[in-house]
């Protein structure tokens, strides 16, 4: 069975640092780009940050640009998101993905490009 595990969310406060992990089981997601996405209720699921299969390119969501970095370990199929100088509207439940193609190098940010949805993990900022 094929399946993506978020961990690391909580909460922490305006300013604050936490570290996302995005651990795969069930097959290797070692050549897919993948990428978070993070949804509050009402709203659409939005686009993050992303990186290629290899790791040498990164794609970033203009709110975030600067605050957070999103890397990646092929060696043992995890997916980080390091989120500093964290605000309130960062506010939201955080999901990471795959692409649907392999070997892609330019990043996608439609969510309906991406499949094996983890659960999820919340992230709150308080002010």
């Known amino acids: 069975q094929v399946r993506l595990v978020e961990i690391g969310g909580g909460l922490v406060q305006t300013g604050g640092s936490l570290r996302l992990s995005c651990e795969a089981s069930g097959r290797s997601f070692s050549t897919y780009p993948m990428a978070w996405f993070r949804q509050v209720p009402g709203n659409e699921r939005e686009f993050v940050a992303g990186?290629?299969?290899?790791?040498?390119?990164?794609r970033y969501a203009d709110s975030v640009k600067g605050r957070f970095t999103i890397s990646r370990d092929n060696a043992n199929i995890t997916v980080f998101l390091q989120m500093n100088s964290l605000k309130p509207e960062d506010t939201a439940v955080y999901y990471c993905?795959?692409?649907?193609?392999?070997?892609?190098?330019?990043?996608?940010?439609?969510?309906?490009?991406?499949?094996?949805w983890g659960q999820g993990t919340q992230v709150t900022v308080s002010s």
């Open positions: 993905a795959a692409d649907k193609n392999p070997y892609r190098n330019v990043l996608r940010y439609n969510p309906y490009d991406y499949e094996h």
């Open positions: 990186i290629n299969w290899s790791g040498g390119s990164t």
